[in-house]
Structures are given as structure tokens and as C-alpha cells.
T-cell receptor, first 116, second 115 residues
């Protein structure tokens, strides 16, 4: 079992739907990340939150909207997605945010998203 | 310069063999090099990591060798088992700059260990 919990595990949605992915960690980590992973590819960084503030947005389309309600929670709001957005969405956390140096990132098991 | 090049793309070994996965980088600002193991349907799990002040690190059956002058690092799995069959990703990150702490992943190596 991972210490980063993601829900739901699977999500199927139409292109006009609005849904949200949720990530939770209770390790006291202050940096949280969203990644997108296509089949047989490495994870690609989407967003980084450091001390609950968005610090990095890797030119992600606006149909993906991140939110960090508190230091333990990270959401990814989805709206009007395209079929090519089907992928495994991974959340990760690390002990320090920006300025804290390199710290190990711990990943959840992801949400498998399918866009019809 | 931000790339991490990983080889081979796939690897098949017999049980008990020692698979070796290699990675190379160009950015001399990289100073943290983790390896992740990923099973189908699961997220990447941190396996072992090294910083450039040491040339080798062992954790159980997993060893990282690091060559700072050649800008290369590799993962060795001793006495490999069928349960080690997974995809392995090397990664690197820098300790300063706008992308501080962001992981740059290699493309991955799919390892199969035959019984």
C-alpha cells in the first residue's frame, strides 16, 4: 500500500463531463505533484504545489485545473477533456517544497482515466 | 541538455541473473538520481537513490553505480527473481533553478525475469 492515496482508481467520462481526481497524503509533505503517464511512457510533470501554492504549471491546457485545499489534499478538476487525455494520472508528494532541495518523491497508484 | 537517456528499452534475463540498466545525462546541475520500479496498474515506487558524492550505493539486492566524470549511472539487480519483472525508470533532478526538485525521467526499461 502506498502512503499517497488517489481516488477514484478508475474513471470513465464523456468529453462534456466535469469530474475531479483526488489525492491525499498524511506524511507531512509540503510539495505535491500531478503527473500524466501514457502507456509505456515515463510520467510527465503537469503541476507542482509547494506549501499549498502553485509553483509550476508545465503548459497544461486549461481543461485541467489543479487545486490544493490544504497541505494534505490535492485535487485535479477535469472539464471538456479530449480522447487524447486518456492516461494514468499520478499524484506524488515530497517532504520539501521549492527551496528545500531534492527530496524523494512518493507516488500514488494513480487514476486510470478514459475519455469516451 | 535536460534529457536522461536510458538503455536498454527492454531486457530479458534468467532467474538468478544480474540485469544492468544504464542511464546517461548531460546537465551537470543534476545532483539527485533516483530509480523507480513500476508494476502494471501501479504507480512508480522509489527503489533506491544516489547523490553524486558517492560512487556506489547498495540496498538489498539493488545497487546503483555512479560515474560522475562520465555522467552515467546504472542499476544492478543481484540474484534477480521473477517478482522483479517490472518497468524501471531512472530519473534526475537539480537542486537549484526554476525547476528545482523536478524529476527528469528516462524512457524506461521493461525487465522480464524468466523462471
Amino acid at each position: 500500500d502506498t502512503e499517497v492515496t488517489q481516488t477514484p482508481k478508475h474513471l470513465v467520462m464523456g468529453m462534456t463531463n466535469k469530474k475531479s481526481l483526488k489525492c491525499e497524503q498524511h506524511m507531512g509533505h509540503r510539495a505535491m505533484y500531478w503527473y500524466k503517464q501514457k502507456a509505456k511512457k515515463p510520467p510527465e510533470l503537469m503541476f507542482v504545489y509547494s506549501y499549498e501554492k502553485l509553483s509550476i504549471n508545465e503548459s497544461v491546457p486549461s481543461r485541467f485545473s489543479p487545486e490544493c485545499p490544504n497541505s494534505s489534499l490535492l485535487n485535479l478538476h477535469l472539464h471538456a477533456l479530449q480522447p487524447e487525455d486518456s492516461a494514468l494520472y499520478l499524484c506524488a508528494s515530497s517532504q520539501e517544497g521549492a527551496g528545500g532541495g531534492n527530496q524523494p518523491q512518493h507516488f500514488g497508484d494513480g487514476t486510470r482515466l478514459s475519455i469516451l | 541538455q535536460q534529457q536522461v537517456k536510458q538503455s536498454p528499452q527492454s531486457l530479458i534475463v534468467q532467474k538468478g541473473g544480474i540485469p544492468i540498466i544504464n542511464c546517461a545525462y548531460e546537465n551537470t546541475a543534476f545532483d539527485y538520481f533516483p530509480w523507480y520500479q513500476q508494476f502494471p496498474g501501479k504507480g512508480p515506487a522509489l527503489l533506491i537513490a544516489i547523490r553524486p558524492d558517492v560512487s556506489e550505493k547498495k540496498e538489498g539486492r539493488f545497487t546503483i553505480s555512479f560515474n560522475k566524470s562520465a555522467k552515467q549511472f546504472s542499476l544492478h539487480i543481484m540474484d534477480s527473481q521473477p517478482g522483479d519483472s517490472a518497468t524501471y525508470f531512472c530519473a534526475a533532478s537539480a537542486n537549484y533553478g526554476g525547476s528545482q526538485g523536478n524529476l527528469i525521467f528516462g524512457k524506461g526499461t521493461k525487465l522480464s525475469v524468466k523462471p
